[in-house]
């Protein structure tokens, strides 16, 4: 894997400074001309709580809940070898901190999710002149967390690690120091503390744990190159909260990006009253989420692992590398591109090939880096359809005619069965014209 390939998934604002620079990414500020603060999910105008807010995620940043090493035996198979605290239940995490076929790898990272945290993990595996070993070494070293956007700053320190787990196998000092340094109770969750700080603050709860979070640099870009068009057939599926599986071999790291990737398609700022409106990443999942998943109403995961796709009741859309496969007959009139998808992949790409061309060639500093672009252009786009329907549902005939629909960059004819979709989806309250859709009224 290349080294771009593993940049940290996410990026916490708060805890850079302006002269500071992540090794990979130089990060730019997320407040717009009017100083408001944008939120995933949402928009604060009042600083006050925010800072607040800010100031107790930066503390949570230096929080964990546990700290393992998942090693390979011969006899044994995937096995957990050390882990902190004792007695805290670690039961599936050695198959997620060692995916299947992580073996054909050197190494890998992975993120994942158990019950209601979240974990990263490195793994590697070093060449050993043992027969025991059968001349080869695996080990991973992860941690958990309350919430996926706080384990990227420890990705340098669990790749130090797990090469030092190797090298000198039963040496767990600098772990027990790191995670004594850095532990947290779950009783400290992020819920508990934030009702208590801002039980006096208007902003909505449901938001807070994603404030000022970006993204690798390259991720968007990548995900952009990998899917091409198709990324306008997954961003309607994002919107309409169906259960979204990856497929891809070893490595999962990268496949773990395209999850969050997908997840930030569909970023809003309007109040459509569908209780949590986000939908959450599951990341990597194998067998042993499949009880998990049957119960999901919603989710964005990856696997590595191609049975899946024969348990066509865990999903609504399987994505196997660049494929796109659903077998529900209404989601299938999603796969085909509408003459407004079109027009919006030009308009993406023409904002990407100017921010390019003002790089490379005007050599312009610039404070909108390509990550923002797109992460923007779905937001933008988002917002405006969202707006516009709840706009008609207060209006008295609450019809939504052609106009409405090319107003909100859709296709009138081609984009009529997602919209029927969305808006049965969300409940919101409209009618939409039944003749001549192709022609406005």
């Not at 198979?77 to 050390?82: K, L």
């Not at 049975?307 to 796109?324: G, R, T």
């Not at 209006?395 to 106009?403: A, E, F, L, V, W």
């Amino acid at each position: 894997m290349e080294d771009d390939e593993k940049e940290p998934l996410l990026l916490n604002i708060e805890q850079l400074d302006k002269n500071n620079s992540y090794p990979r990414h130089r990060v730019t500020g997320l407040k717009n001309d009017n100083g408001l603060v944008i939120v995933r999910g949402g928009l604060s105008c009042d600083p006050s709580p925010v800072q607040s807010v800010s100031s107790y995620l930066h503390l949570q940043d230096e929080r964990i809940v546990g700290l393992f090493v998942v090693a390979f035996d011969t006899r044994s198979g995937n096995v957990i070898e050390w882990s902190i605290p004792e007695g805290m239940d670690l039961t599936g995490v050695e198959f997620k901190a060692m995916t299947s076929g992580s073996h054909t790898l050197q190494n890998d990272f992975v993120y994942f999710k158990k019950r209601n945290l979240y974990g990263l993990a490195c793994f590697e595996n070093m060449k050993v002149e043992s027969t025991v070993e059968r001349g080869a070494r695996m080990k991973s070293v992860g941690i958990l967390s309350t919430s996926y956007t706080l384990l990227h700053k420890h990705m340098q320190f669990l790749e130090n690690q797990v090469r030092h787990q190797l090298e000198v196998p039963g040496q767990y000092n600098q772990l027990e120091a790191f995670y004594n340094d850095k532990k947290a109770t779950l009783s400290d969750s992020v819920d508990s503390i934030l009702q208590s700080t801002l039980s006096d603050s208007h902003i909505n709860i449901d938001v807070l744990p994603e404030l000022k979070i970006t993204h690798p640099a390259g991720c968007f870009s990548q995900f952009f190159k990998f899917f091409g068009e198709q990324i306008f057939v997954l961003w309607k599926y994002v919107l309409l909260r169906k259960r979204i599986l990856f497929f891809s071999p070893p490595p999962i790291g990268v496949v773990c990006y395209r999850v969050y990737c997908c997840c930030c398609l569909g970023n809003h700022s309007v109040n459509v009253r569908v209780s949590s409106s986000e939908v959450k990443p599951h990341f990597y999942v194998n067998v042993a989420d499949i009880d998990t998943l049957e119960s999901e109403l919603s989710y964005i995961a990856c696997t590595t692992e191609k049975i899946f796709e024969s348990k066509a009741n865990l999903y609504d859309v399987y994505i196997d590398n660049q494929n796109v496969h659903t077998k529900n007959p209404a989601l299938k009139d999603l796969l085909k591109l509408s003459s407004a998808d079109r027009d919006k992949l030009d308009q993406l790409s023409n904002l990407r090939s100017d921010q390019l061309f003002s790089i490379e060639v005007l050599q312009e500093e610039t404070i909108v880096n390509e990550e923002e672009i797109f992460t923007k252009f779905f937001t933008e786009q988002n917002n405006r359809i969202f707006q516009t329907l709840l706009d008609i549902s207060q209006n008295g005939d609450r019809t939504i005619t052609s106009d409405h629909m090319r107003s909100m960059g859709l296709d009138p004819l081609g984009d009529r069965t997602f919209l029927m979709e969305l808006v049965e989806t969300y409940g919101i309250d409209v009618v939409l014209m039944v003749d001549n859709p192709c022609c406005p009224t």
